[in-house]
């Protein structure tokens, strides 16, 4: 559904059908043949309609990781799937804007109940040995949403007047599947230990390990869920100096994933490619070939991420994406006037760059960015933590999706420049402040990870919480 609702809107944003309804000053402009190629697109309400959902995604992650820890991750995803049943009904029938938008405010908070929920659950369920993998199938199927919406968007592009509607209207397919699978799934053991519900936490953890000892897990979930049923107030715990490593860093790892210029491509490739000199279809076209380098890629990471660890694929990727960003701007710059085209081949090269670039944010920023945070915060300010997580993430994608065509009708091909030079910044961020997590037990990384990191052992004094496990360790 995430991916999905990223993949259709750059589609549905270029068809003339909805410009005509709800921009008809975006789909004037378009027509004019003389039009600034970079700015034709720039408009602050055609931005909205994309941005509005990343705004209420924001806001409603933080009611979620409550409804998250109160009743458990499966309630919480059941959530999500209703809100977005409403909003594809809503925004496919639209007949007026604020139809059109309160259908993307309930798709956002789909997005923040579900963002919020899936990445612990997955992580909460996944054995220690296999967790990254495990988890980055969230990410897997991100990828795959885009690349049905772009497919979708390319059928229905022909259908005029109402393709959009189609466009919008296909998410309730997917929604119904959220429903359906939230009502299947177990709750995970952790959530359910630490809502007292202990048998039945040892229970399901017996039924997804398929063995019948399970006694040191649990045993360590109960250690986990003990010291986090003392913390009464989870966000003020996360103010806590101790607090500030995994907070920081799951902060940071949205933050800098919005800014590698993912949701340039993601949300408007269609028409970044029309920039360029495609036609409707070719640059609907282009979009489905980044959409499946973006899948492709995403399954190396899946292998790749246990074994090679994040740290090497963060650093890795930092190279590929600023020399294909560099290289994209380089083009544009010297060969894309306002009012023409580039020629053919010059075009297409920018398209095999566009996937260079996708391809090491698949295998790297893009699952990383999800799994870091979902695997660094003990349970006490788990879903407090990445709240804030999510809530990063969804504040710069709406800064992006909000400031995308504007600033390249400003910046023009420097844009490209402008996502180059964060990737340097985020590059030496990994280098010396995000340690290695592969292979660590999700409730041991403070004594294994934080504690010998040689910045942010600083942060971490024996503290309370220490003291408190330390306890009930020993009775
Ligand atoms: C990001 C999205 C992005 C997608 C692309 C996700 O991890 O959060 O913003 O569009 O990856 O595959």
Request: charged share 15%; aromatic share 12%; net charge positive.
């Amino acid at each position: 559904m995430f991916g999905y609702d990223i993949g259709i809107s750059g589609g549905v944003t270029g068809m003339d059908g909805f410009l005509i309804k709800f921009f008809p000053i975006v789909y004037k402009r378009k027509l004019r043949a003389k039009e600034d190629n970079y700015c034709k697109y720039d408009d602050q309400y055609l931005q909205l309609f994309t941005s509005s959902l990343y705004l209420a995604a924001l806001i409603s992650s933080f009611p979620a990781s409550k409804v998250c820890t109160k009743f458990g991750r499966k309630p919480t995803i059941l959530v999500a799937s209703v809100f977005f049943l409403l909003g594809s009904g809503l925004s496919a029938g639209a007949h007026q804007m604020w139809m059109l938008i309160l259908g993307r405010i309930s798709l956002g908070c789909g997005v923040g109940f579900g963002n919020e929920a899936v990445p612990l659950f997955l992580s909460e369920i996944a054995p220690v040995e296999y967790r990254g993998a495990v988890n980055i199938l969230f990410q897997l199927f991100i990828t795959i949403g885009i690349l049905i919406a772009n497919l979708v968007n390319y059928g229905t592009s022909k259908v005029h007047p109402w393709g959009w509607r189609l466009s919008l209207g296909l998410a309730a397919i997917p929604a119904t599947g959220l429903f359906i699978g939230s009502l299947i799934i177990p709750e995970t053991p952790t959530s359910l230990v630490e809502r007292n519900h202990e048998e039945k936490g040892r229970k399901t953890l017996k039924k997804i390990r398929g063995v019948d000892n399970v006694d040191p897990e649990f045993e360590q979930i109960k250690v986990a869920c003990e010291i986090a049923r003392r913390v009464k107030h989870p966000y003020r715990s996360l103010m806590k100096l101790s607090s500030m490593p995994p907070l920081i860093i799951g902060i940071m790892m949205q933050v800098f994933q919005q800014f590698t210029g993912i949701n340039a491509i993601m949300f408007y490739a269609p028409i970044l490619f029309q920039t360029v000199g495609f036609k409707n279809d070719a640059s609907l076209l282009s979009a489905i070939i980044t959409g499946l380098v973006n899948v492709f890629c995403t399954v190396v990471s899946i292998y790749a991420v246990d074994k090679v660890g994040r740290r090497l694929l963060l650093l890795q990727a930092c190279v590929q994406m600023f020399v294909s960003q560099t290289a994209i701007g380089g083009i544009l710059l010297a060969k894309l006037n306002a009012t023409n085209s580039l020629p053919k081949g010059q075009a297409w090269v920018v398209v095999v760059l566009v996937c260079v670039y996708v391809s090491s944010f698949a295998w790297s920023w893009g699952p990383l960015g999800w799994l870091i945070p979902s695997e660094t915060f003990p349970l006490e300010t788990r879903t407090a933590g990445f709240a804030f997580a999510v809530s990063s993430n969804m504040l710069f994608t709406f800064v992006i999706a909000q400031s995308f065509l504007s600033m390249m009708c400003h910046m023009r091909a420097g844009i490209f420049l402008f996502f180059a030079g964060w990737i340097v910044i985020m590059g030496i961020f990994v280098l010396f402040l995000l340690p290695e997590t592969k292979g660590v037990p999700i409730d041991e990384m403070k004594e294994r990870v934080w504690k010998k990191h040689p910045i942010w052992k600083k942060f971490m004094s024996d503290d309370a919480d220490d003291r408190a496990k330390k306890t009930i360790e020993m009775s």
